[in-house]
């Protein structure tokens, strides 16, 4: 009930993606707040895209996203820290492969 | 040939856009959000960077020396020629929304039309205003659906808002002398051809949006021969304020 006491007051939080050039990737470009997500989109080109800097622009309402818990870092990201030998790096590449 | 009537064809359009963009500017810092504070400063840096581009283009048609800033700011009022629909105050937010609805909507059928015209000039301007304007069409409709089909509270304050606006409406598709001239050129628009589809797709979007249309036999005019409301003092003063203080001021 709360909650949606809350949302008559607040617009919810949008999470904004932009493409910034066919071919690259979406990346996160920052958060805004809009009623549902066609107005979120709008709000986007108006607030990130105004100055060209997208092709294409995605967003999701932000209590969609799961997000990895930071008090559980240790036993989610300490573990790969002295494994080395997961990277690419103990061989050699030959000079005609590019971007790597 | 004279070109006199071509200028004033051309201050007729512009100086819509350039009234309104100016009353969009007025909102900057003041949006009821954010976001919307950044939409609406948008359409009225887009209006400017049209208005900028006619007034170039006048001021080459000029026999007088005079630039765009002349133009755009040292008209006395009786001299500007926009409808008196673009000059009515921010009363509140549903009124900027009203205003910007009831004028996208011709202006896109204004520039749609204008892109027949024999001037290549403002063909040129047309073409590139309209991919504009199409977004702020597109924003402003959206948001009287919201507003409309919103809450008790914003569903009664739009439709105040149009209701109070719409009397301005029919200006729109008015023809003075020049615009006459214009037309028998080829170079301007026939606007009074417009109304009928201007007030066929201003109604379906009301309609969606659960207003009321208006049913009006009365409306005001005078704005396009410069004869214009009290608001329009006080909006040229704040306007003008910089070039008549600082004569020849720039950036």
């Given at each position: 009930m709360s909650d949606n006491k809350k949302n008559k007051k607040e617009w919810p939080l949008f999470e904004v993606f932009v493409?910034?050039?066919?071919g690259l990737e979406h990346r996160h470009f920052g958060s805004l707040h809009a009623a549902d997500a066609e107005m979120a989109l709008e709000n986007a080109r108006d607030v990130?895209?105004?100055?060209?800097?997208?092709v294409s622009i995605w967003v999701v309402e932000a209590k969609n996203i799961k997000a990895s818990n930071p008090d559980e870092n240790g036993e989610m990201?300490?573990?790969?820290?002295?494994?080395?030998?997961?990277?690419?790096?103990?061989y050699d590449l030959p000079d005609e492969v590019k971007h790597m | 040939m004279n070109k006199d009537f071509l200028i004033k064809y051309i201050y007729g359009i512009a100086d819509n856009a350039l009234i309104l963009g100016q009353r969009l500017g007025e909102l900057t810092g003041h949006g009821p959000t954010l976001e919307v504070d950044i939409a609406t400063t948008n359409i009225s840096l887009d209006l400017f960077g049209q208005v900028r581009s006619y007034f170039q283009y006048a001021a080459q048609l000029s026999?007088?020396?005079?630039?765009e800033d002349d133009i755009a700011?040292?008209?006395?009022?009786?001299?500007y020629l926009n409808v008196l629909l673009v000059e009515?105050?921010?009363?509140?937010f549903a009124f900027v929304i009203g205003r910007q609805f009831l004028f996208d909507h011709f202006h896109f059928l204004l520039l749609t039309e204008m892109?027949?015209?024999?001037d290549q000039t403002l063909v040129a301007i047309a073409k590139k205003s309209l991919k504009e304007v199409s977004y702020h069409k597109r924003f402003s409709s959206d948001w009287i659906k919201r507003l409309g089909d919103g809450t008790e509270e914003s569903k009664q304050k739009i439709q105040t808002a149009i209701d109070d606006l719409w009397?301005?409406?029919?200006?729109?598709?008015h023809l003075t002398e020049d615009d006459k001239k214009a037309v028998e050129e080829g170079?301007?628009?026939?606007?009074?051809?417009?109304k009928e589809t201007y007030y066929k797709n201003v109604a379906e979007i009301l309609e969606e949006a659960t207003l009321e249309v208006p049913e009006l036999k009365y409306f005001q005019e005078g704005g396009k021969k410069?004869?214009?409301?009290?608001h329009m003092g006080y909006l040229l003063t704040d306007m003008q304020y910089m070039q008549r203080t600082y004569p020849g001021m720039k950036w």
């Open positions: 493409r910034s050039k066919n990130y895209t105004r100055r060209n800097e997208g990201f300490e573990p790969a820290s002295d494994k080395v030998y997961r990277h690419p790096t103990f | 026999e007088k020396e005079i630039t700011f040292l008209r006395t009022e009786r001299e009515q105050p921010n009363r509140d892109q027949k015209s024999h009397r301005f409406t029919d200006e729109l598709f170079i301007g628009v026939d606007v009074s051809k417009l410069g004869i214009h409301s009290e």
